[in-house]
């Protein structure tokens, strides 16, 4: 198993940009595809973004395409999500994922791997 820790949430204003942080707890790190989610208060939890393990491929939702950029440094064990152009509705726990395999995920139930999450809160 990978444990993984996001960092990067906050409270910002509509219009303001923040970098999320999923530190893997282990190299292996670098064959997982890794996703990234988000729970907004009494919702379901959403796919947002996806990269594969090399890197080279991504695929986000629809919401947050060119807004948002996933990446990831498997040297360091870390992926990222970069948000720019925040909006309220982005408000949410969002959580990074990860499962060993080529190709990405957007299936929540396809990731064997989560993290604990960090709060992301947009005010308008």
């Known amino acids: 198993q990978v444990q993984l820790v996001e960092s990067g949430g906050g409270l910002v204003q509509a219009g303001e940009s923040l970098r999320l942080s999923c530190v893997a707890s282990t190299s292996i790190f670098s064959i997982n595809a890794m996703g990234w989610f988000r729970q907004a208060p009494g919702k379901e939890r959403e796919f947002i973004a996806t990269?594969?393990?090399?890197?080279?491929?991504?695929y986000y939702v629809d919401s947050v395409k060119g807004r948002f950029t996933v990446s990831r440094d498997n040297d360091k064990n870390t992926g990222y999500l970069q948000m720019n152009s925040l909006k309220s509705e982005d408000t949410g726990v969002y959580y990074c994922?990860?499962?060993?395999?080529?190709?990405?995920?957007?299936?929540?139930?396809?990731?064997?791997?989560w993290g604990q999450g960090t709060q992301v809160t947009v005010s308008s």
């Open positions: 990269i594969d393990r090399s890197g080279s491929s991504t």
């Open positions: 994922a990860v499962r060993p395999t080529s190709g990405v995920l957007t299936v929540a139930s396809l990731y064997r791997d």
